[in-house]
Each structure stands twice: as C-alpha cells, then as structure tokens.
C-alpha cells in the first residue's frame, strides 16, 4: 500500500517538542496581553498554513482570501446569534460554504495567470466585503454582536478566559500543521509543486492542472475560513471592515512570505514574527495616531526586501544546493 | 439623465484612466502590481492643497510644479526600494508596494491628521447649462487635463527614443540591452513617470473632491481592475479600462444603488477575464 502520510521520527519529535512548549508557555503568563498575541498568531498561522496550499505550493497566487475568512466569522456568529447553535458545528459549515464557494468561483478564475488571477481574486473579496456591509440580514455596516452567555461555555465557545482559546486554537494549528507535513511529501504536494513550476510542462506529463488546483484552492478556501470561524468566537463581535478588508487578504500572503512560501513550517514562522511585529507596535506606538502601522510597514518592507526568500531560509542551509526549478532558474 | 451620466461617468473615467495609465506603465515595464499608485495621488493632492492654502496657487497650475516633485519621490522610491525587490520573487515585490502604501498613508496620517479638507480659492467654477446636460466647471479641468496627458504621454511613448527604449524595455529586457538601451535608466524613467502621472491625477481631482490620507485607496482598485480589464501592460487599454470602470460606476449608482456600484464594477470585471484571461485589449 502507498505510504499516503510520510512523516519521518524526526519531524515528529520537533512537533511534539515544539507543542509542548506551546501547551507549557501560558502557565508562566500572568498577564493578558501576551496571551492576546499567543492566540492571534495562532490565528494568522492557521491563515498563513491554509493560503500557503494555493499560493505557496500550487504558486497561484490569490489576493483575495479574506472572503472565506468572512465567511467562516459570518457563519458562526449567525449561527450562534440567529439559530443558537453551538460554534462546533457551525464552523464546519462555514467550511463547507467556503470550499462551495470556491468551488464555484475557481473554477473560471483559476484560469487567470498571475497578477490577472490575484486581481481577480482581489475584486471577488472586494465584492464579498461590499455585499456583506449591505446586507441587512447580517447585520450590514454595524455588523453583529452575538456574546451569549445563557448558555454553557463550552457549547457557544465562548469563555472569560483566554485560556481556553488559547488551548483550542493550539489544537487547531497542530492538526492543520500535520495536515500541511502530511500533503508536504505526497502525491497531492508534488503535483502542486509541479503546477507552480511550469503548468504546461506539469500537464503534459499527465497531471490535471485544473483539478489540482481547484482541489488546492478549496483546500486553502476551507482552511482559512477555519480560522475566521475561531476568530470570531474569540472576539465575539464582527463587522465587515474588521475581518473582510483589502489588508486582511494581503496579509495572509505576507505572513506565508515572511516565513518561507511553500515550505511546513514556514508560515507559522511568519505568523509569529508578523504578529509579535504588529500587535506590540500597535501597544507601543499607538498613542500618535498611524504610528503603529507606519513603524509596522517599515518593519515589513525591510524584511521582505532584505529576505525575500522569508526568514525559514535563515535556518535552511540545505537550500543553497538544491535543485532549481526551471522558472527559478530563469530568474537567476 | 442619460448624457449627464455619460459625462458625469466620463469624468471619473478619465481620473481612473490616469490612475490606470501609470500602473499599466510600472505593470508593462518591470512586470510589478503597484499598490503604491494610489498614495501618489494622495500625496499629489495634498501638495496641490498646501500650494493653495499657503500661496492661493491655483490648482492647475500647481500641476508641473507636483508632476515634477511626485517624479522626483517617485525616482527616489525606485532608487531605494523597488530596484532591490526588483531582484526577489514577484510576490515579494507586489507585497513591498503594498507595504509602502501602508507607510505612505500613515505617515501621512501622522504629518497632517486625518481631517477632511477642500481646496477653497479656485478659478474655474460656476456651472453650464444646456438644458439636457448641467456642466460644473471643476469637471471640465480633469477631463482637459486627462486628454492632454494622455496625448503627451502617447507621443513621448511612441515618438521619441527615450520612449521607445522603454517600450523595448517592456517588450524583452535582455534584447533591449543587446542594442545598448540602458534598461536600468528606462525602468527608473517609467516608475518616475507613473508616479508623476498619479500626482497630476491628484491635482485635478483636488479641485472637486474631498482631501484625506485615505482618499487614494479607493481609486487603486479601481485603477488596477481598469489596467487588467484592458490589457497586459497597453496604455491605450488602460485609458479605455478606465473610462468604461467611470461610466460602469456612475451608471450603476444611478439606476441600481450606490453601494452595489463597486459589485457592479468587480463582476464585471471578473465576467471580462473570465471569458478573455488577457483583457480586453491584450494580445
């Protein structure tokens, strides 16, 4: 039987060292603050791990994931505030919604090359984000509001404490990570590597181009609204300006660049750096008003330009002798 | 109703049209999305707006004056960044653009707050009347100025050397250096230029629109879906790309609701490279 899941004991004793410290960490935390940032890097590095599937892997580039990140933070507070169901089971329903609805729009913009299939992507976002701030069912510009606390915490995920996010939210990005290593060696992964280095090469040794990347962009589509789902029980209150934006999408991408596309690991190293960046700016420079997002762009410029090939190529000395594509080697 | 549309739409297409024209020219030449494009219209119209309130300088005439200095910040900006991301990934390239719009309009944010400011002393304003079409004189400036932009950039892209060596440049790099065009030169000249293009952008459109760091963003959009729905890298399309995304956003907020009208421009443009994957114009 074809080995499906090629996870060598190495890598297990890294992820099993790697999540210990992760569940042992908080317990020294005593203040909220750096949980705070613990639970959103969990966030960004389950975005960052589901985008890195299409963009990363598959190389189409898609500018435009803040969609399903809505969806999946849609699904769940309507859920909890119009049906008063439980987040459990309304999440895998945002997924659901999310890899329809990639299904649907993949299929003809996965044509697109390029910047052509980031701008389409861009403006499907853009639309997603204009319809949802119009839409009076959902709440439309005010968004909704759906703390509850007449039921047990446990049924609406919704708690006091940060704890429990943190613990959920770790589970999360564990499973999607031995997704991601799972995929990483399989016949799925190369075909996506295949597709990113030369598409017409890839179909003529007999990969179905467009089914792979359909797969891969629903794959990412389901992922990322995954994590808007969490994202909104852990905040409680969504609108469309807070998880539809242009910048959420183009983030996405920067978390998977700053670590490393393409690669395990790489993301959640992107998610770490990003967010420790972004949230202690925000804490520290925020009393001029823009500070925090200038001094966070200039931090952002200087590592994408200085590290292009994102900070896992610090540690990766292997990359230096390994074997070029074709359309890396065009670039050289 | 309808020939007021139409110029109504006209004239928003023309300042997208500038908008798209310098992000066609930066698409074209070094093969980079500019997300950038649309705080060099910001910074265009807050130059015209301090002109104005510290000297009474007239907008139109403060349009060489900005042209030049946005081509100066422009050339500086290809100088320090975008030549090193030039070298990474093009991901990394788009994103550094995206990241200096960030900087751009928080910095902004910083230096002037974000205050909603008009320009007061104008010349040309006051309406014309014809009965069936009501024209305000501020419209009729982008619109004069759009057309001649256009046409001077058309003669100096297809007229001149220096022109054609960047068109070269776009058309293969490598070749172009063959025949000794100094293509590092060319690209520093087109992202001047596109910068400069989007400060006379912002000039005109200081005349009747309100002023704030964040007045740029809503045009980018608009300014890249008119550069893709055109065509790879052609000006030309680009001019026509904007032009139809003006007349799509007026006609769409007048006979359906203004909110949908962005919905209306981004379906359409999504059905466009749907069904032609190389724009409207491209080859």
Redesign the interface.
């Given at each position: 039987m074809r080995k499906f899941i090629n996870i060598n004991k190495y890598f297990i004793v890294k992820f099993l060292a790697g999540l210990l410290a992760a569940i042992v960490l908080p317990l020294f935390i005593k203040t909220p603050f750096p949980l705070h940032v613990m639970i959103l890097i969990c966030i960004w590095a389950i975005m960052g791990m589901g985008w890195n599937f299409i963009g990363g892997y598959a190389g189409q580039v898609s500018n435009g994931h803040a969609l399903f990140y809505g969806i999946g933070a849609y699904t769940c507070g309507i859920g909890v505030k119009n049906f008063g169901a439980s987040p459990w089971v309304t999440m895998w329903i945002g997924v659901m919604i999310s890899m329809g609805i990639a299904f649907v729009l993949g299929a003809p913009l996965l044509r697109l090359k390029g910047h052509y299939f980031a701008l389409a992507t861009m403006a499907m976002a853009e639309c997603g984000r204009i319809i949802f701030l119009n839409w009076s069912y959902v709440g439309g510009a005010t968004g909704i509001d759906f703390f509850d606390r007449s039921k047990p915490s446990w049924y609406t995920m919704q708690f006091t404490s940060k704890y429990p996010y943190y613990y959920i939210f770790l589970f999360f990005v564990a499973l999607i990570l031995l997704l991601t290593k799972g995929l990483d060696k399989s016949k799925f992964g190369y075909y996506l590597r295949a597709i990113k280095a030369n598409e017409n090469s890839a179909q003529s040794v007999g990969i179905h181009t467009a089914k792979y990347k359909l797969l891969a962009f629903m794959l990412s589509a389901g992922i990322v609204s995954l994590a808007g789902s969490l994202y909104a029980n852990y905040l409680q209150y969504i609108d469309p300006t807070v998880v539809m934006p242009l910048n959420i999408s183009m983030m996405i991408c920067l978390v998977a660049v700053m670590g490393g596309i393409g690669t395990v690991i790489g993301p959640l190293v992107g998610a770490i750096v990003l967010t420790i960046i972004s949230e202690y700016t925000r804490a520290t420079f925020s009393y001029i008003n823009g500070f925090d997002l200038f001094v966070y762009g200039v931090l952002v410029i200087i590592i994408v330009l200085y590290m292009p090939n994102g900070l896992i190529s610090l540690f990766n000395k292997k990359q230096k002798n390994k074997i070029l594509t074709p359309l890396e080697m065009e670039r050289k | 109703m309808v020939i007021q549309c139409i110029f109504e739409g006209i004239v928003i297409g023309s300042i997208l049209a500038l908008i798209a024209m310098g992000i066609a020219l930066i698409?074209g030449v070094m093969?980079v999305?500019s997300?950038s494009q649309g705080e060099f219209l910001m910074i265009g119209m807050y130059i015209t707006f301090f002109l104005n309130k510290k000297w009474g300088i007239d907008p139109i005439l403060s349009i060489p004056f900005t042209a030049i200095l946005m081509f100066l910040i422009g050339l500086l900006i290809y100088k320090t960044?975008i030549r090193?991301?030039l070298?990474?990934?093009?991901?990394?390239q788009?994103?550094?653009t995206?990241?200096?719009s960030?900087?751009l309009?928080?910095?902004?944010?910083?230096l002037v707050?974000?205050e909603f400011r008009t320009i007061q002393k104008i010349t040309f304003s006051g309406i014309i009347d014809f009965g069936f079409l009501v024209i305000s004189k501020e419209k009729l400036v982008p619109l004069t100025v759009s057309i001649l932009v256009t046409t001077v950039l058309f003669f100096f892209m297809n007229k001149t050397n220096t022109g054609k060596a960047i068109r070269a440049t776009s058309l293969d790099k490598d070749a172009a250096e063959l025949v000794g065009i100094n293509t590092e030169f060319s690209y520093a000249l087109a992202f001047g230029i596109a910068s400069a293009i989007a400060g006379i952008a912002g000039c005109v459109l200081a005349y009747y629109y309100y002023i704030t760091?964040t007045a740029g963003t809503s045009f980018l959009?608009f300014g890249?879906?008119a550069v893709?729905l055109g065509g790879f890298g052609s000006i030309f399309g680009a001019y026509i790309g904007g032009i139809l995304m003006g007349l799509v956003d007026v006609f769409a907020g007048v006979y359906f609701?203004t909110?949908?009208k962005?919905?209306a421009?981004?379906?359409l443009?999504?059905l466009v490279?749907?069904l032609r994957?190389?724009?409207l114009f491209g080859k």
């Open positions: - | 698409w093969n999305l997300f960044l090193k991301a070298k990474g990934p093009i991901l990394s788009r994103l550094i995206f990241a200096l960030m900087v309009v928080n910095g902004m944010l910083m707050t974000s760091p959009l890249l879906i893709a609701n909110a949908f962005y919905v421009v981004c379906v443009f999504m490279v749907s994957p190389k724009g």
